[in-house]
């Protein structure tokens, strides 16, 4: 997924279309880390698109051959960062330049050999696992982008109850699909 | 070290955004302390963005559907709102033991959206649910309907349209039009119109049924197998980029392919079209909406005896606005209009001299006109003109062909005026259309006028909007009646239609601001 390509490419500047890949390649693993900083706010899609537009007007100083996802990954903080003090929420969230260093190794390791599309797919083979109404209240959340309270109502259950089930049904699909991937490379 | 459940609720917390700032200070004091937990941060970060990912109806913006369940007392009726959603959630739950039949789909409604749903059982709706069950039927009055299931798998349904649950893996759609998008996983589930047996075999698909003509599919992905119902056995296979239409046992491949003309994602309201009175660089006449899916709209000025080489245009109310001589001077649009009794509303800016009116002209017109015969209700046509009594007073007349509405508010004055014609589907106790006209974002009084014999069925006056070509239909024009005589002579400005009946809200927001701003979904 990252770039770092090797020698041949030397000192120059990425032309068009070696940069139009590497962003192209690396969008997932930018809005994870952008979300990691940023849980729960609505903007990271905007951060991300402020984020990729720097990138694209600073493309000539990236250099081929070097690490494009830490030089993206440096702007995007840059952009949180612009983001929070334009929400004048300096204090909002404290993770700090050490926190934000270990969640990008992190991000980096999880996803080393393992692309958007193979975390898809192990999700969709853990969704098929799901109880019925498990399978539908976690759609129904996501699909409709409902908050908790209105799928609560939608599925009949109290605030707290509706909370709970999808707290037990994300961590029950959390450890699939970490299985299903790490036997998926075991298997490579 | 074995990470405890509620550490892992407190980070999908984190995740979602439900600690405050104390509660967020602790957590990630704790994630920053701790390796394992950095590592569960991230790894549920990951989920939830792969399940957004996953998940998502559309690439773009989802709309603000501001669909927080109505206060009001619910009204046990159903009306179902779209097909879609009945035979997607049939596909996606199959229990084996359930003490009560388990939810098939759940769905969501455009803002505007009226519908009614009814449960198998004729048991009560329960207030705010947005499930939909096997044996339910919805009708979809007005708007558009999203289906959702467990498995991927969706559906738009525009209306009117009406839908029923038949079994977990058939629906019966027996008005309106639906997209369909299943996965290839889910493969097999069955779509039954009045003609046809609609087999998914992985793909995207669409359906139009009712309003007088074949059913029809289209497919724009993948393959169907479609066969007529009552034979079995005697199916085809459509392949992308093909359509079908039907007429009893016969299946003919000889329709054009329309999948444009389909929505495909949720609007953040009605469908509509707006022709804004503004020219666009190259000289062609601005059409905006999405009225017909992603097919555009597009128009054109025919200059009838005015000798004009291009339509002269004005300031208007907003922007431009098209300046119509009366001499067959008109906008010729390729589009069909709103059909049979499905609501709609027209809405325009008009700005007449004194003097300038004539006597049964259009606006804004579309359907068909037999020659001679003046009683056929198959036209829609709001006008501004003299009325038919005393061909005295210019106010608004709104026809469906044989039987009309007049105002009483005289509107060539010289300053421009807001006009909206609103049409609900529905008939007064009276028998006659629920017709609403406003001027000026206040309702208009008026009566109404007909000619001898009217169509009655039941005491209710037909309104049969005729929008088939092959049945002599013309598209919608602006400025022309669908005769050749008295064309429009004034100007017209940020001309609106919209697939469905706006409130009275929306008709003084429209008025007010130009601006398309609608009800939440309302259950009837």
């Given at each position: 997924m990252d770039d770092?390509?090797?020698?041949?490419?030397?000192?120059?500047?990425?032309?068009?279309?070696?940069?139009?890949?590497?962003?192209?390649?690396?969008?997932?693993?930018l809005l994870w880390f952008i979300k990691a900083l940023l849980p729960g706010s609505p903007d990271v899609d905007d951060i991300l698109q402020n984020t990729n537009l720097v990138l694209w007007r600073k493309q000539e100083s990236f250099r081929a051959g070097t690490s494009f996802l830490k030089w993206a990954r440096a702007v995007a903080r840059w952009e949180v960062r612009a983001w929070l003090s334009k929400a004048r929420r300096h204090n909002w969230l404290v993770i700090n330049d050490e926190l934000a260093e270990a969640i990008a190794d992190t991000i980096e390791q999880e996803s080393r050999?393992?692309?958007?599309?193979?975390?898809?797919?192990?999700?969709?083979?853990?969704?098929?696992?799901?109880?019925?109404?498990?399978?539908?209240?976690?759609?129904?959340?996501?699909?409709?982008?409902?908050?908790?309270?209105?799928?609560?109502?939608?599925?009949?259950?109290?605030?707290?109850?509706?909370?709970s089930t999808l707290h037990r049904i994300r961590a029950a699909l959390r450890r699939c699909v970490e299985s299903r991937l790490a036997m998926n490379q075991a298997g490579k | 070290m074995s990470i405890s459940r509620e550490i892992e609720c407190q980070i999908q917390d984190l995740v979602d955004g439900h600690l405050d700032e104390d509660q967020q200070r602790v957590l990630i004091e704790r994630i920053a302390n701790d390796p394992e937990l950095t590592r569960l941060y991230v790894s549920h970060v990951g989920l939830d963005l792969t399940l957004s990912k996953s998940m998502r109806f559309s690439p773009a913006k989802l709309a603000d559907l501001r669909q927080t369940p109505p206060s009001q007392p619910q009204i046990v009726k159903a009306l179902l709102a779209s097909a879609a959603v009945v035979a997607l959630s049939l596909v996606v739950l199959r229990l084996i033991i359930v003490p009560d039949p388990p939810p098939l789909a759940t769905f969501r409604a455009?803002?505007?959206?009226?519908?009614?749903?009814?449960?198998?059982?004729?048991?009560?709706?329960?207030?705010?649910?947005?499930?939909?069950?096997?044996?339910?039927?919805?009708?979809?009055?007005?708007?558009?309907?999203?289906?959702?299931?467990?498995?991927?798998?969706?559906?738009?349904?525009?209306?009117?349209?009406?839908?029923?649950?038949?079994?977990?893996?058939?629906?019966?759609?027996?008005?309106?039009?639906?997209?369909?998008?299943?996965?290839?996983?889910?493969?097999?589930?069955?779509?039954?119109?009045?003609?046809?047996?609609?087999?998914?075999?992985?793909?995207?698909?669409?359906?139009?049924?009712?309003?007088?003509?074949?059913?029809?599919?289209?497919?724009?992905?993948?393959?169907?197998?479609?066969?007529?119902?009552?034979?079995?056995?005697?199916?085809?296979?459509?392949e992308a980029g093909h359509a079908l239409s039907s007429l009893g046992s016969d299946l003919t491949v000889t329709t054009p392919f329309k999948g444009s003309i389909f929505l495909k994602h949720l609007p953040d309201r009605l469908p509509y079209l707006h022709i804004p009175g503004d020219m666009s660089d190259d000289g062609s006449i601005v059409v905006i909406g999405d009225i017909q899916g992603e097919e555009p709209i597009k128009a054109r000025f025919l200059p009838g005896k005015s000798g004009s080489d291009a339509l002269p245009?004005?300031?208007?109310?907003?922007?431009?606005?098209?300046?119509?001589?009366?001499?067959?001077?008109?906008?010729?649009?390729?589009?069909?209009?709103?059909?049979q009794d499905d609501p709609r509303t027209v809405a325009f800016?008009?700005?007449?001299?004194?003097?300038?009116?004539?006597?049964?002209?259009?606006?804004?017109?579309?359907?068909?006109?037999?020659?001679?015969?003046?009683?056929?209700?198959?036209?829609?046509?709001?006008?501004?003109?003299?009325?038919?009594?005393?061909?005295?007073?210019?106010?608004?007349?709104?026809?469906?062909?044989?039987?009309?509405?007049?105002?009483?508010?005289?509107?060539?004055?010289?300053?421009?005026?807001?006009?909206?014609?609103?049409?609900?589907?529905?008939?007064?106790?009276?028998?006659?259309?629920?017709?609403?006209?406003?001027?000026?974002?206040k309702r208009e009084a008026g009566e109404w006028v007909w000619n001898e014999p009217i169509d009655r069925k039941e005491g209710n006056v037909r309104v049969r909007t005729e929008t088939r070509v092959e049945e002599g239909a013309e598209p919608l024009m602006i400025g022309k009646p669908l005769?050749?005589?008295?064309?429009?002579?004034?100007?017209?400005?940020?001309?609106?239609?919209?697939?469905?009946?706006?409130?009275?809200?929306?008709?003084?927001?429209?008025?007010?601001?130009?601006r398309l701003d609608l009800a939440k979904p309302r259950k009837d």
């Open positions: 770092s390509s090797t020698s041949e490419t030397g000192n120059r500047p990425a032309t068009n279309e070696e940069f139009a890949q590497l962003l192209a390649a690396n969008q997932d693993v050999g393992v692309g958007a599309s193979a975390r898809l797919d192990a999700l969709a083979e853990c969704q098929r696992k799901l109880k019925p109404r498990d399978k539908l209240l976690v759609s129904y959340y996501y699909q409709m982008s409902k908050s908790l309270n209105e799928c609560a109502e939608a599925f009949e259950l109290s605030a707290n109850s509706m909370k | 455009s803002p505007g959206t009226v519908y009614q749903l009814q449960r198998a059982g004729d048991k009560a709706p329960e207030p705010g649910s947005l499930i939909l069950n096997e044996g339910d039927e919805m009708t979809l009055t007005q708007g558009v309907v999203e289906l959702g299931f467990g498995a991927g798998v969706r559906g738009i349904v525009e209306g009117p349209a009406k839908v029923v649950f038949e079994k977990k893996d058939r629906v019966r759609m027996t008005d309106g039009r639906a997209f369909f998008e299943v996965p290839a996983a889910e493969k097999g589930f069955k779509v039954i119109t009045g003609d046809l047996i609609v087999t998914d075999l992985g793909t995207e698909f669409a359906i139009k049924v009712g309003d007088g003509s074949p059913d029809e599919v289209h497919v724009i992905k993948g393959r169907v197998e479609v066969a007529p119902r009552g034979h079995a056995g005697s199916g085809k296979v459509l245009t004005v300031e208007g109310r907003f922007g431009s606005a098209f300046k119509l001589t009366g001499q067959g001077d008109h906008v010729l649009t390729d589009w069909a209009g709103i059909g800016w008009v700005r007449m001299n004194p003097g300038e009116a004539t006597y049964d002209t259009a606006c804004v017109v579309w359907g068909h006109r037999p020659q001679g015969i003046e009683t056929v209700n198959r036209k829609w046509n709001v006008q501004v003109a003299l009325d038919r009594e005393t061909k005295s007073r210019c106010i608004v007349n709104t026809t469906f062909g044989g039987f009309w509405f007049e105002g009483t508010t005289s509107l060539d004055d010289g300053q421009w005026h807001h006009v909206a014609a609103v049409y609900t589907g529905q008939n007064l106790p009276s028998g006659m259309p629920d017709l609403r006209l406003f001027i000026d974002g005769h050749d005589r008295n064309s429009f002579r004034g100007e017209l400005d940020e001309i609106y239609v919209i697939a469905g009946a706006l409130e009275t809200e929306a008709v003084q927001t429209l008025w007010q601001s130009n």
